[in-house]
């Protein structure tokens, strides 16, 4: 059709890579037709699209739905870090205050490292260990 570029006349005009140009049509952020032979045929307004595109890409300003996504995800962070320090502090209180340091008693002690089973991290702070749990039935 009269009027239409192809990909290279568009990342002349455009300035962006016909392996861009690829990628933006795979992501739907613009669209091309093809002819007989399989090559791309693009609408004049494509070239205003990508323009809104690079301007997008060169100032990245967060959509609301990053925003939710970042929010959410730190809040769950916080929340879970705030847990385990009052896991931290409510054991150590009891254990300095108690004074015992009976090996039998500590929640926090890891006897046979009995932890490995259960992976990595501070698992004891977060919830009461096997040993608390069978010392208390």
Avoid at 60 to 87: F, G, K, M, N, V
Avoid at 96 to 111: R, V, W
Wanted: with cysteine.
């Amino acid at each position: 059709m009269a009027g239409e570029l192809t990909i290279g006349e568009v990342a002349s005009r455009s300035g962006v890579a016909t392996s861009a140009l690829r990628f933006y049509e795979e992501q739907g952020l613009i669209a091309s037709r093809r002819t007989g032979g399989n090559q791309r045929r693009y609408e004049r307004a494509v070239l205003r699209r990508i323009a809104v595109i690079q301007a997008g890409r060169a100032h990245r300003t967060p959509t609301r739905r990053d925003w939710q996504r970042l929010s959410r995800d730190w809040r769950e962070d916080i929340d879970q870090r705030i847990a385990t320090l009052e896991a931290l502090r409510n054991r150590l209180t009891t254990c300095i205050g108690c004074g015992c340091l009976s090996i039998d008693a500590c929640e926090l002690l890891n006897p046979d490292d009995e932890a490995a089973d259960i992976g990595s991290g501070a698992h004891y702070l977060r919830r009461d260990s096997r040993r608390a749990r069978s010392a208390a039935s």
